[in-house]
């Protein structure tokens, strides 16, 4: 509980204390009792309500007097000139309504902080310093000040600072802030490693790749931080219907006390000026919109905690309400629904011995930071020599040429050999091909396949028990690998051999086509980025994913798991559910009670019911948000 809190909730429990004592208090049997009824209830009205008289004045004076702090002072101060006008004495309403207006702007503080706590325990995860190596001993310094490819150590118990590949050592990592993920992961040599995680048991050494300002952890921080600035449509009309709202229910409750007894005189009848102010003043307590314009931020405030906590980002609430009206996914290939792990399987039809082919390949790949160039340059098993590499030239979508050795070698698909010129064979094994050209004449090709994730099928499955209407597959891989994989995880749709354009060309017809709902894409890689824009929601995955797909994306799957984008879609509904069902609960009993109040059916404390209790039971149905 923050100082402000407890100093209101102080406030608060004095004010009810006075209230039980004034109304034991026999008033009457006192000497100037009735000067000391006022005296004593005016003074537990200031206690509860001087920082709300202040606001309202305050508003006053900046011209921005309609707000709840208005109505509020209007109400309260008006009932207290009431009982004054009308000598009854009975100011206890005056200070009732003020103090349950504060007992409800209190819990919704409380369930903002519940909310905001809940989000920085589970983003708890800057490093507070990395480990540099300096003459033999280990210095803390601040993460923002290392430079890239600094050698860092990590010990037992500490979070890696920032991103990096592991030099020397094997561990277990918590990444759990990270992924929502409660099973540790195992970082060994050669392993790439992400800011935010937790070392668990041995001792790595790590050199890193990125600064801090760049590094995972930095990226969610930043995510979070800022998702608060991108309204949802459902925020943007409550605010346009809290600036409507409020100037007319302050002229309806005008019109309620002037009219009625301006008629009755004109009729010549009592014009009982008392009666319609009282209910004028009620209509106006009655009336707050707190519960919509508190409610509603704090319903998309926790759902945005509550994907978080699933390993799940989504930049701001606009994006999660959109998320719930998905109803079409299209998905990137590799990276997304398979590992994006490659391997050379078999070199096939080469006049060449494998390991001179491959030599080849490497060379002219080394330029290359594809998945399929590192897969070659892992299976020729010793680094390229790029000196002996010129005139290096990658084509979009085709492939590479190079000159190795004074010799023209071309690497890719048949897209590539037939640009050239060259005569190639087929392959009827199914994987992705790349074809050799070397001094002109065709060298055979190299056979790499590539890994479905093993959650994969079940995220196809569970989008579909999830409402999502059609699931789409694009790749650049060849129609035989495509239709292999879109069968294996019953994908509806698949279209193959895609250049990067190709794939924002699909996205666009098929948002063209108009089915209904929001269309999804689900990409990782730099080439993903122009779709991930252009789609109606960008999911990209976020621990392989590239800078350039997750800068693009509107969600960002830490863990790269396909089965969270079902995971998701459940979360942004929920969160709706809630948001629609505060709203209509709000304006329904706001509705029926601002009637019955203006028909003298129902008094003031009916009204604070319409106001405050109609807060309370709309931020406890928000934050239920936070349970994912």
């Known amino acids: 509980m923050t100082k402000k809190q407890k100093k209101t909730l102080t406030r608060i429990l004095v004010t009810a204390g006075l209230l039980v004592v004034f109304v034991l208090v026999p008033w009457e049997a006192l000497p100037l009792g009735g000067v000391w009824r006022l005296a004593g209830y005016l003074a537990a009205y200031l206690v509860i309500g001087h ?47 003020m103090l349950f207006y504060q007992i409800g702007e209190w819990f919704q503080s409380w369930a903002v902080g519940r909310s905001r706590k809940n989000i920085a325990g589970l983003m708890d995860i800057r490093p507070d310093y990395a480990n540099v190596e300096r003459d033999g001993a280990l210095e803390r310094v601040d993460p923002d000040t290392v430079a890239v490819g600094t050698v860092i150590i990590v010990q037992p118990g500490e979070k890696v600072p920032i991103d990096g590949v592991v030099l020397e050592g094997s561990s277990t990592l918590n990444t759990s802030a990270l992924t929502g993920e409660s099973l540790p992961r195992s970082a060994k040599v050669g392993d790439e490693v992400f800011s935010g995680c937790v070392n668990m048991t041995g001792v790595l050494r790590l050199r890193t790749t990125k600064a801090f300002g760049e590094s995972t952890v930095s ?146 790949e080394s330029a290359s930071s594809h998945p399929i160039s590192k897969s070659i340059q892992r299976a020729y098993g010793r680094e390229p020599d790029r000196s002996r590499v010129t005139d290096i030239e990658e084509i979009g979508g085709n492939g590479v040429t190079a000159v ?55 995220a196809v499955a569970a989008l579909k028990r999830a409402g999502v209407e059609q699931t789409v597959m694009l790749t650049g891989d060849a129609r035989a690998v495509a239709e292999q994989v879109a069968g294996e995880l019953g994908v509806d749709k698949f279209y193959a051999q895609l250049l990067p354009g190709d794939k924002v060309e699909k996205v666009e017809a098929l948002l063209a086509e108009g089915s209904g709902g929001k269309l999804a894409f689900v990409g990782d890689g730099v080439n993903d980025a122009p779709v991930l824009s252009r789609a109606d929601i960008g999911i990209a995955m976020g621990a392989m994913g590239s800078d350039a797909a997750i800068e693009a994306a509107d969600v960002v799957l ?71």
Do not use: Q
């Not at 008289?53 to 008006?78: C, H, P, Q, S, Y």
């Not at 690497?411 to 009827?428: S, T, V």
């Not at 790349?434 to 004449?441: K, L, N, T």
């Open 51 to 97: 920082d709300i008289l202040k606001k309202a004045w305050r508003g006053i004076r900046n011209g921005r007097m309609l707000d709840e702090n208005f109505l509020m002072a209007v109400a309260t101060v008006g009932a207290f000139g009431l009982a004054i006008y009308t000598r009854s004495g009975d100011y206890l309403e005056g200070v009732a309504v």
């Open 558 to 628: 830490m863990d790269d798991d396909p089965l969270k984008i079902a995971r998701a879609l459940g979360i942004s509904r929920k969160c709706l559910r809630v948001v629609y069902e505060n709203i209509v609960f709000a304006i329904g009993v706001k509705a029926a009670c601002l009637v019955l109040v203006a028909l003298g059916v129902t008094g003031m404390w009916a009204a604070v019911f319409a106001d405050v209790g109609v807060m309370i039971l709309a931020i406890l149905n928000a934050i239920r948000c936070l349970r994912a």
């Open 404 to 458: 190795v050795d004074g010799i023209c070698v071309a690497a890719g698909n048949d897209k590539l050999m037939e640009r050239l010129g060259i005569d190639y064979k087929p392959c009827h094994h199914v994987g992705t091909i790349v074809h050799m050209a070397v001094d002109g004449a065709y060298a055979g090709h190299i056979l790499i396949s590539d890994r479905v994730k093993s959650s994969a099928r079940e």
């Open 219 to 364: 990226r969610i921080l930043d995510l979070v931080e800022n998702a608060s600035s991108r309204k949802s449509r459902s925020e943007d009309f409550i605010s346009r219907f809290a600036r409507v709202y409020t100037p007319v229910v302050c002229f309806s409750a005008l019109a309620l006390a002037v009219l009625p007894p301006v008629i009755s005189l004109a009729l010549g009848l009592e014009a009982g000026w008392s009666v319609w102010l009282y209910r004028a003043l009620t209509f106006l307590v009655a009336s707050c919109p707190c519960a919509l314009v508190i409610s509603i931020p704090l319903s998309f405030f926790a759902g945005i905690g509550g994907a978080s906590r699933e390993g799940i980002l989504v930049k701001g609430s606009s994006y999660l309400e959109a998320l719930s009206k998905t109803r079409r996914v299209v998905f990137d290939k590799t990276g997304t629904l398979t590992e994006g792990v490659f391997e050379v399987n078999a070199v096939h039809h080469s006049p060449l011995a494998e390991e001179e082919l491959l030599e080849y390949a490497a060379l002219a």
